[in-house]
């Protein structure tokens, strides 16, 4: 297996760098590049955010791997998640859900009017989506979801509630699933619609996190959706889910943020010291500093295997739920091991008199809880691994 970027992919890399580099010297780019946000970083919830992406989309970085036909350049994969890799290491916004979950979806299932309308805008950055999934009580057993699609003259009905949907306060379009069949085995009676996020009947309402990540519920009540709101073919939806949260592992989970963090740590650990002894003196402090450097790597090597397997086609599911249980669960690992080495005092936060660090680890470690969640969780990426890649029987 080949864990080297090609000469192209690392000339691809260069530029990438050199995109950003540009962009951090404009009025922006505080706002923009704020890897502080941790499991936020990623939203373009601002006019400043949306508007660096599309100075992403100016240099066709959107849609990479999009047919020629629908305005991609038919690369491998692999670009989409190296340009996302540069961007969470800056904590800018990725390139996100519409260009992999929504645009990839509708690319091979959408109608013809869903591809001419939402494609080019998807490309231009002109729109921002919100996954409507996860319920009450239906968040790992998504096919649980109960939230109601009834058939009237000209369309649908909705009712009921969504929860965690992150972008409901800023997006544009709902990507949503609804049950449209009760009286089938629960994988087959789910469809998905695309519904403006200002149709009359949706309530959006904020949960604030412990991360300081904000998230939302979303209630439905009478929600008229028109017959052509259809995603592909009804009651096929969660064939369409599965494949679009395969692309969402893939591109989103990156190494950079833990690198930066890691480098931060170090960085804390040469200067801070405890009971006048300098930390990097300390054999214990030393000893957890080697266990993370080499779990760091084993991260590292995880991804290479991400990318190695999206050269040679396809979604490298199995790869890329490996890499995202190890990685968040490392994220985690380190903020831990912080607090640990800096002593009672670590728990202070941002603001507070003599928070060692201005209270970023504090922060940290309850931001880095969220992104074990996100995307599937990691007893989700577990059943992937042992049900895809051991091939194990399901348990009885």
């Known amino acids: 297996m080949d864990f080297e970027f090609s000469p192209d992919q690392q000339q691809f890399i260069n530029d990438v760098r050199a995109f950003l580099a540009e962009e951090a010297r404009k009025p922006y780019a505080k706002e923009v590049m704020s890897p502080e946000r941790e499991a936020d970083s990623m939203l373009a919830d601002s006019p400043e955010r949306r508007e660096f992406n599309k100075q992403l ?8 791997s999009w047919p020629l036909e629908y305005g991609g350049q038919a690369k491998e994969g692999i670009y989409e998640y190296l340009v996302n890799e540069e961007l969470a ?3 800018a916004p990725l390139i996100g859900k519409g260009v992999g979950c929504v645009g990839k979806t509708l690319i091979r299932h959408g109608s013809e009017k869903h591809k001419t309308e939402f494609l080019p805008q998807i490309l231009n950055a002109e729109i921002e989506f919100c996954l409507g999934y996860s319920e009450p009580g239906a968040g790992s057993d998504l096919a649980s979801l109960k939230l109601k699609a009834e058939k009237i003259d000209g369309g649908w009905k909705v009712n009921g509630q969504k929860i965690y949907n992150t972008s409901a306060h800023f997006a ?31 309530t959006v309402r904020e949960i604030k996190t412990m991360g300081d990540h904000r998230t939302n519920e979303v209630f439905f ?3 008229f959706v028109p017959d052509d709101a259809l995603v592909g073919e009804l009651n096929k939806g969660w064939v369409y889910i599965c494949e679009a949260l395969d692309y969402e592992r893939f591109t989103l989970y ?3 943020p833990i690198q930066k963090k890691f ?27 080697a266990q993370l450097a080499t779990d760091l790597e084993t991260c590292v090597m995880l991804q290479r295997r991400v990318i190695a397997a999206a050269c040679k086609g396809g979604v490298p599911t199995v790869e890329a739920a490996m890499c995202k249980l190890y990685s968040t669960q490392l994220g985690q690992r380190l903020a831990n091991a912080a607090l640990d080495i800096l002593g009672p005092s670590s728990i202070l936060h941002e603001g507070v008199e003599h ?4 209270g970023k680890w504090e922060h940290s470690l309850r931001a880095t809880a969220l992104d074990t969640i996100g995307g599937g969780t990691s007893e989700v990426q577990k059943n992937i691994i042992a049900r895809r890649g051991l091939e194990l029987p399901l348990a009885m």
């Not at 931060?264 to 010291?273: P, Q």
Request: glycine residues 8%; neutral net charge; hydrophobic residues 40%.
């Open 263 to 289: 480098d931060v740590f170090i960085d804390m650990i040469k200067h801070e010291t405890r009971d006048g002894q300098p930390l990097k003196d300390d054999p214990y402090v030393r000893k957890i500093v």
């Open 221 to 223: 009540d009478d929600v």
């Open 172 to 202: 544009d379009w709902y990507w949503l699933a609804a049950r449209t069949d009760f009286d089938v085995p629960k994988h087959k009676g789910i469809s998905l619609f695309l519904i403006p996020m200002n149709s009359p009947g949706i």
């Open 355 to 358: 928070a060692p660090c201005h």
């Open 254 to 256: 990156t190494v950079g």
């Open 57 to 64: 989309a100016k240099k066709r970085y959107l849609g990479m």
């Open 89 to 91: 290491s800056v904590g």
